[in-house]
């Protein structure tokens, strides 16, 4: 079971988030909390917190959009609450999901050796809210958002990657921990290595980056790299696997090595470009800042 919570003015900004891609996304990002155990979810409840200004068509788009994740993913819509807010529109969803218990993969199994795997690309949402945010800060009539449709549609209609977990039960390979990436790479692979008692090394150059969020960051004088490591919100997952399964991890579309678990007096380090050694920080997405 997992529950997640949406705030207007603190998780999204309804001045260029529709509604029913917020419906959309506030579904999804559960599923991919039971998909980051390893599991299947199958039921959500929703709950909102709906001020005055909010019409019954404006709620309805909401719905839409939570329907049809529900309607992609199999998963049933049972039941929630609904009650007045005073403060702008509030989201929380709970989905229960199921797995067999062998299957079911926690934070804390990383071993020593064991590979280090992300799935997708990393810091992309991130830039998708950059281009967002500098659009609308502009005022701009016309926003440009010309050639960046993919930024976009990774931050405001992020996808649960079922796919991923679907290649790798084909290929036989069961991870020995799993999150999905929802506050940014370094913030999670630390918790993995909290949670497992163990260090980790990752490498820059093997950090997947997409064209377009490169681009995007060069133009807005940004790190690309720092996006990737603290911009959060991709809902990609991040795993540990043995390395004995490192044969079968390569025919896996889209799934990247990045790194390996260390002794956990390592620490937790990023290797550059050069060689240069970088302790990992958490800087992405804090729920109290």
Request: proline share 3%.
């Amino acid at each position: 079971m997992t529950t997640d919570m949406l705030l207007e003015g603190v998780h999204f900004n309804l001045e260029y988030v529709p509604l029913k891609h917020l419906g959309y996304k506030a579904a999804v990002v559960n599923f991919s909390d039971i998909y980051a155990m390893n599991g299947t979810p199958t039921q959500i409840t929703v709950s909102l917190g709906i001020s005055k200004r909010f019409s019954v068509e404006d709620i309805e788009a909401l719905y839409a959009g939570i329907r049809l994740a529900c309607e992609r993913y199999n998963v049933d819509l049972v039941g929630g609450d609904t009650c007045a807010s005073m403060t702008g529109l509030t989201i929380s969803i709970t989905c229960l999901g199921t797995a067999a218990a062998k299957d079911i993969v926690y934070r804390n199994g990383a071993k020593l050796n064991d590979l280090i795997c992300v799935s997708g690309n990393l810091g992309t949402a991130y830039m998708g809210l950059q281009l967002l945010e500098r659009e609308r800060l502009a005022n701009a009539e016309q926003p440009d958002f010309a050639g960046k449709e993919y930024l976009l549609e990774r931050q405001l209609k992020p996808e649960a990657r079922r796919d991923i977990l679907e290649s790798l039960r084909k290929a036989g390979v069961k991870p020995t921990a799993m999150m999905d990436i929802s506050d940014g790479l370094s913030s999670e692979l630390m918790h993995i290595c909290s949670q497992s008692k163990v260090g980790c090394c990752i490498y820059e150059d093997k950090l997947p980056i997409d064209y377009e969020a490169a681009a995007l960051a060069e133009e807005m004088n940004l790190n690309i790299v720092t996006c990737a490591l603290n911009g959060g919100e991709d809902y990609e997952l991040l795993f540990t696997c043995s390395l004995d399964d490192y044969e079968k991890l390569i025919p896996v579309d889209d799934l990247y090595i990045i790194g390996h678990i260390t002794k956990p007096e390592y620490g937790c380090n990023l290797i550059g470009r050069n060689g240069e050694e970088l302790p990992l920080k958490a800087q992405g997405w804090n729920a109290f800042d």
